[in-house]
């Protein structure tokens, strides 16, 4: 029998922005709101512990698990391509670094989307470690805090990022990122603060929330061009749930995924699954943009780094007392520590760089770290060119999504990648870092022509998580556009998305603390 549901408003995806919008809609007591997770709840203490990210990616409990198709682009290789499936979504098992990105990136983004016009959202949902000032809040529910560790190296190189010319910036999120510092997490005292964490665990109580774990939305439901509902199912069983209104928060691939199974999207690749079209948006699932980290691994003759501490018995048990004793020390750690945000070339207008410094080295994201002291200098270019997409692979929500984010196809994120290798040499050249004597073990410096670093890239890069674009927003008279600048699908009515699908730009930084803001905004003009 199938279970059968009526609601006011139903969200789809418990993720960084699901959280957002479950709480700020339930807060009137006369809405029924019902929200619904394809995965679990988020009791696995290996969500929390902020090191934990080594045993969620990759790991069918808290991740779908998917890979990207192969890319030429990176020497064909074929990436996992971790997704958050979980209550928090991927906020539960990423970084945790709070990132806004630069006043410039949201000049593009359309009316009313200006910094001037989202600053007040970001703030809304912050609760800063410093206090309020007129870029910070206080008084919201996402923690935004110091990490509770200082590694020599990452000092040293911070050291020589200023010693060569870098900002000292101590706050990377007042619109302008450009310099070296800290990155500022979403903690609570060295215990990972997802979006489930700080907008959903609180509200639980509330008689007029819903939260269905385990329920897979299959398709959406229509009468006429008016979205009345899903179809799913629920721990396996058929679940039904009709609402007056209904939200997309399924993630960058998630929602194009959804809105494809359920007609909306583009003939070509409807047509051969057998799917009627109910909305022709040839949008859907096209415009994938991603940050490709080329992570550049250094061996260190001298210095403490993790890979030390994780490769012994006696460093694993202390890291263990230090957590356990205050949530300290390598367990509290975000994968990386120390950012630092520059320009590729002067002659571009903002940074387009992104550093992300780790004190500890592996040859892939969450293998063995090296028996020997490494630190990586990872380095993402904020604004590629390259356009991917994402598209169903079948009828059915268990069908994995083909993913190609298509890196490295634009010539112009080819030059970028070049430039992002020889900057990373020349800082690791600096005489600072003599008393850490560091050798680049990959890619390693065999290569010198801009071809050689391409195939240097190809074969050490890889994505560092942030897709976005798959429904983009934009007005009626784009085509490509998925979503108005008020987040209501065109061509259909009663249907909205809020997640990092209807970016249309990347941001020049990390997604998550982005995806929160664009639930703040729906939210706000859902209720008025
Ligand atoms: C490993 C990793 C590290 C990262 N590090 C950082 C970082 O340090 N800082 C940062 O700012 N960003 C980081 N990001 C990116 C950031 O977390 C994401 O951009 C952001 O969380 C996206 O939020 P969202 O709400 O769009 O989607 P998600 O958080 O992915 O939420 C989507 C939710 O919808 C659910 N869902 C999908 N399809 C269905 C369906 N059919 N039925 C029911 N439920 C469904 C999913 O299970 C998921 O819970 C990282 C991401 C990953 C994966």
Redesign the pocket.
Known sequence: MTEQIHTDTLI???????CVLANRLSKNPDQQVVL????GKDSWHWIHIPVG?LYT?GNPKTD?CYKTTPQPGLNGRSLAY??????????S???????RGQEADYESWGNDWSWKDVLPYYKRSENYHRGSDAYHSDEGELLVQEQRLKWDILETFKQVCEDSGFTDRPDFNQGDNSGVGYFEVNQRKGVRFS?ARAFLHPIMHRPNLKVLTK????QLIFDGERCIGMD?THRGKLISIRANRVIL???????P??LERSGIGSENVLKPLGIKLKADLPGVGENLQDHLQVRLQYRLEHGDTLNQRANSWIGRIKMGLQYAYNQSGPLSM???QLGAFFKSDDAVDRADLEFHIQPMSADKLGTELHPFPGMTASVCQLRPKSRGNTHISGTK?SDAPTIDPRYLSDAYDREVVCKAIEKTRTLMDHPLLDEFTPTEHKPGRTQKTSEDLIQAAGEVATT?????GTAKMGPDSDPMAVVSDKLKVHGVSNLYIA???IMPTITS?????P?VMI?ERLAEWLDH
């Open positions: 789809i995806g418990a993720g960084s922005a699901g619904v997770e394809a995965g990210y990616m779908w971790p997704r958050g499936r979980v209550l928090g979504g991927c906020s098992i990423n970084g945790m670094i709070y990132m979006s329920t897979l939305s299959e799913g928060a399924a993630g960058a691939i998630g929602s995924a959804l975000a994968p990386s929500a560092i998580f942030h897709p976005v997640d990092a699908s930084g990390n997604t998550h603390a995806a639930a």
